[in-house]
T-cell receptor, first 115, second 112 residues
Framework: AQKVTQAQTEISVVEKEDVTLDCVYE???????LFWYKQPPSGELVFLIR????DEQNEISGRYSWNFQKSTSSFNFTITASQVVDSAVYFC????????????WGAGTKLIIKP | SQTIHQWPATLVQPVGSPLSLECTVE??????LYWYRQAAGRGLQLLFY??????ISSEVPQNLSASRPQDRQFILSSKKLLLSDSGFYLC???????????FGDGTRLSIL
């Protein structure tokens, strides 16, 4: 069975701190895709990154970085020097043949950045 | 570039009334289309998806239905709304092949 677990329901940090959002996934497939989305208070979901299971290179985009570790089935997301505008709910998702390539969503982590 | 439009942004409806939410995509052809519902403070629940005109797959049995009368148009409907239909409804599209889904701005539906 496929599953995405975001164990952190809510995280609160002070601006400029670094913060890591955890994502642990389960799948029997060897080919799969992992995604992160951001949902700001306005509600729309914004795509951040897609990673396939054959590419374990970490990725950095500005203050955002992602650490993909197949050995621990994790795809964690780190925001460096957080800003108030980073406040949002962040979702991790998985797709593979086992799910007919439909997205399996985590429950989301609400990130609060305090000024 | 591709854009997705979803309307209305907010809707307040009485119990038992009908519903029609519309979603259209521009700038692409033959997209996969999706309807999700998100309860307050919760994750996303896939309601329907469509891989082509007239092709609708339902993920959760419920009081809602979906239709795809045109390639880039996806409609979510109900004949009689229930209180439990309240929530935030999101439409999304993708190109298939595990490409990312792109979402509309959502509709906040309140049932009174």
């Amino acid at each position: 069975a496929q599953k995405v677990t975001q164990a952190q329901t809510e995280i609160s940090v002070v601006e400029k701190e670094d913060v890591t959002l955890d994502c642990v996934y389960e799948t029997r497939d060897t080919t799969y895709y992992l995604f992160w989305y951001k949902q700001p208070p306005s509600g729309e979901l914004v795509f951040l990154i897609r990673r396939n299971s054959f590419d374990e290179q970490n990725e950095i985009s500005g203050r955002y970085s992602w650490n993909f570790q197949k050995s621990t089935s994790s795809f964690n997301f780190t925001i460096t020097a957080s800003q108030v505008v980073d406040s949002a709910v962040y979702f991790c998702a998985l797709s593979s043949m086992d799910s007919n390539y439909q997205l399996i969503w985590g429950a989301g982590t609400k990130l609060i950045i305090k000024p | 570039s591709q854009t997705i439009h979803q309307w209305p942004a907010t809707l307040v409806q009485p119990v038992g009334s009908p519903l029609s939410l519309e979603c259209t995509v521009e700038g692409t052809s033959n997209p996969n289309l999706y309807w999700y519902r998100q309860a307050a403070g919760r994750g996303l629940q896939l309601l329907f998806y469509s891989v082509g005109i007239g092709q609708i797959s339902s993920e959760v049995p419920q009081n809602l239905s979906a239709s795809r009368p045109q390639d880039r148009q996806f409609i979510l409907s109900s004949k009689k709304l229930l209180l439990s239909d309240s929530g935030f409804y999101l439409c999304a599209w993708d190109r298939g092949n595990n490409q990312p889904q792109h979402f509309g701005d959502g509709t906040r539906l309140s049932i009174l």
